[in-house]
């Protein structure tokens, strides 16, 4: 049997029991803790016979890796790893998907922030390079708080390539965050149908090899002399106009 995974954090423990609660293995909470939130994980672990163990917080900050558990650590069965044959039965089920691709941004909570939205807009699938990419470690699940359990997280081995398949196998179009010549403001872009918005790295931006698959690039209008927000920030801000123009069409 593959090693548990831990997850922490109180939405994320939470949104686990909702969802696939069938995962959960051990639930570890810290000793004298008796509140409210704690009492309705408990509540929903109850019905699957999940086993509870009291633990100390130094316990609890052993299996999380860090002290921010919140007092509630799951251990959990690993889930498969999503690839590109997912996404290729993802897009089958949903022909006019909106997903979310992030170009090597390695930083867990970022992506966790990503995610968090993601779910929050409706996306269907947040796609990322297998290397050089922050994955769900059980830092990325909590600050996704629950989103990592309502939106597919897809690794491919190659970005680039899986965009240009998404585009001759399903249409989807391609929308890159970058300021070039033929950037459009974000409000002018169209986000109907099969997209997939593309955010690159704040150090960085996308790669040359990605930039040459987007259909459109836009750029988010600023006042003042910024030139860039946090990538987190940005994707909210993108997906936040996709979702605002899909749900009013």
């Keep these: 049997m ?26 570890f909470t810290l000793k004298g803790r008796d509140d409210q939130r704690l009492q309705k994980i408990l509540a929903l672990a109850e019905p699957f016979g999940i086993s509870v163990q009291k633990a100390s917080r130094d316990s609890l900050e052993k299996l999380a890796g860090m002290p921010f ?52 807009m409706g996306v269907q699938a947040v796609i990322v390079p297998r290397d050089r990419s ?42 890159g965050t970058m300021l070039d010549e033929k950037a459009l403001p974000i409000q002018q872009c169209d986000f109907s149908g099969s997209v997939v918005i593309v955010m690159g790295a704040e150090d960085t931006g996308l790669r040359p090899i990605t930039q040459s698959q987007c259909d459109q690039t836009v750029f988010i209008p600023m006042a003042g002399d910024l030139q860039s927000l946090n990538v987190s920030v940005a994707t909210g ?9 899909r749900t009013t069409v």
């Design 69 to 120: 558990h919140q007092g509630v650590v799951a251990a959990v069965r690993p889930h498969p790893t999503l690839n590109e044959k997912d996404l290729d039965q993802l897009m089958q089920q949903h022909p006019d998907a909106l997903l979310l691709a992030l170009d090597q941004v390695t930083d867990p909570h970022n992506l966790g922030a990503c995610i968090r939205t993601a779910a929050a």
């Design 134 to 175: 922050a994955s769900l470690t059980p830092t990325a699940r909590k600050v996704a708080a629950g989103g990592a359990e309502k939106v597919k997280f897809i690794q491919v081995t190659n970005l680039a390539r899986t965009l240009a398949h998404l585009k001759e196998t399903t249409h989807t179009r391609v929308i």
């Design 2 to 27: 593959a090693k548990p995974e831990y997850y922490y954090g109180v939405h994320s423990v939470e949104s686990l029991l909702e969802l696939e609660p069938e995962r959960v293995l051990t639930l």
């Design 237 to 245: 801000m993108a997906l936040y106009e996709a979702c605002r123009q």
